[in-house]
């Protein structure tokens, strides 16, 4: 019997199992806290056929030697596809990446093709496991994945017959020697493709189009802003989308909100309009989707004052496309330290935000980068965790006759205080409706 390792027992890691156990194959499931220790497993390494390296794991020693010993490294996502493969699945798959909007594109592809009558779920970095998903439904027209630059690293056969990158900007640089090979690592999702598949792209965006080079799908562009008509499939022109030259949709009529959302609907129009969806579908589902949790959402109102969790916001782009939607905000921001540069960020604050309040690893270095750009000392609170942050707005507040916006956009991810980022924002929804009571949930 073949031997597959797995490197991690959360989500993927589960799902990878399943995956293997129905390909027969013995299972070893490594995970210092739930499985064998990582250092007893480089001894059985040479009896290993297949290695599955799950995405939230770095390059350890384990993996490593892994690689020097020449064993197959894949991750869930790669073994997942040859599962169905293997098994002639009909199932077309349309995968998603970006450095914002993801999830919310992910999400609403799956609503809208649902809509539209198609078997179709979502998996991935949204939560679900891919390998888990096809376990169980084998008869689905559509899986759209929702892909990380961890999950994208080690494809090798994998294809999806259409394919995005809505975005890039620098993230997760602690993991990356530099924001050239975070972004090169979000290309592979455009691996294998051949003209009969689709590669989604944005015009705007200088670092994906340096890399079209790389892309050997049918490629479509899309823009938020004017280009040359011919070369974008969907843009904007005169406060509407156009399609195709054209006229789609007034932007007003659309649901999702924010020129962040804009670019998103974009997206979500064009892999709508190539797999042949009615336009009355389409037109009908973007004027009254509603937004995701944990994203530009606003949940509470109490007295003038506003509270908007956008604990989605897990790097600085995210955050500054908040800001700009909510001009003169108290903001909440910090998490985990990435080492990401501050500059953008730090102006957008300077530029836009009344007072800012702090929280985790990054409290110090932000601090220190907004007393460097000219940001007044004495609108920098350092509250530490979020309950001390919302205790310490609901003294201010307490008398409060003016309207303002309290906006939670940490600009990183939540592992030094949270689980995830859907915990952090779950955690301050709570707070917000413990410590400002009476007030009116939206």
Request: a neutral charge.
């Amino acid at each position: 019997m073949k031997v597959g390792m797995i490197f991690g027992n959360g989500v993927s890691g589960k799902g990878a199992k399943e995956v293997l156990e129905k390909m027969k194959y013995e299972v070893v499931m490594v995970d210092d806290k739930t499985g064998m220790p990582s250092d007893s497993a480089e001894d059985i390494l040479d009896k290993v056929d297949i290695f599955i390296k799950s995405p939230g794991v770095p390059y350890t020693r384990l993996v490593n030697k892994a690689f020097e010993m020449k064993v197959e490294v894949i991750d869930e996502i790669e073994l997942a596809y040859r599962y169905m493969k293997k098994l002639e699945m009909k199932t077309k798959i349309i995968a998603v990446t970006g450095s914002n909007g993801k999830t919310t594109v992910t999400s609403k592809i799956t609503e809208l093709l649902k809509k539209a009558g198609y078997k179709c779920e979502h998996a991935g970095n949204i939560g679900n496991s891919f390998g888990e998903l096809i376990c169980k439904n084998s008869e689905l027209d559509y899986v759209v994945l929702e892909l990380s630059s961890y999950q994208l690293e080690n494809l090798k056969d994998f294809k999806a017959d259409i394919a995005m990158v809505i975005n890039l900007s620098p993230d997760h640089l602690s993991r990356y020697n530099s924001k050239e090979e975070y972004f090169d690592a979000k290309f592979n999702i455009g691996k294998n493709q051949t003209k009969k598949d689709i590669f989604i792209y944005n015009l705007n965006d200088e670092d994906s189009m340096k890399r079209l080079e790389k892309i050997t799908g049918k490629k479509l562009g899309v823009t938020v802003k004017k280009v040359e008509k011919q070369t974008a499939q969907c843009y904007i022109e005169n406060n509407k989308i156009m399609y195709r030259g054209k006229e789609f949709l007034e932007i007003e009529k659309l649901s999702l909100k924010g020129k962040h959302n804009l670019e998103n609907v974009l997206f979500i129009l064009c892999v709508a309009k190539n797999l042949g969806i009615d336009e009355n579908i389409i037109r009908e589902f973007l004027c009254s989707t509603k937004p995701l949790e944990h994203r530009m959402e606003r949940f509470y109102e109490w007295k003038k004052v506003l509270f908007v969790n956008d604990s989605k916001g897990t790097n600085i782009d995210s955050t500054c496309f908040a800001i700009d939607a909510y001009d003169g905000a108290i903001l909440i921001c910090g998490g985990k330290e990435k080492g990401l540069p501050l500059e953008e960020l730090v102006e957008k604050i300077r530029e836009n935000i009344s007072e800012v309040y702090l929280i985790g690893e990054m409290t110090e270095r932000l601090k220190e980068a907004l007393l460097l750009g000219g940001y007044p000392n004495k609108k920098i609170h350092i509250t530490e965790d979020m309950e001390n942050t919302v205790k310490s707005l609901r003294e201010k507040l307490a008398e409060n006759e003016d309207e303002k916006v309290v906006l939670l956009s940490p600009s990183t991810s939540s592992f030094d205080q949270f689980p995830n980022f859907e915990t952090r924002g779950k955690v301050f929804k709570t707070l917000v409706k413990k410590y400002f009571e009476k007030g009116e949930e939206l």
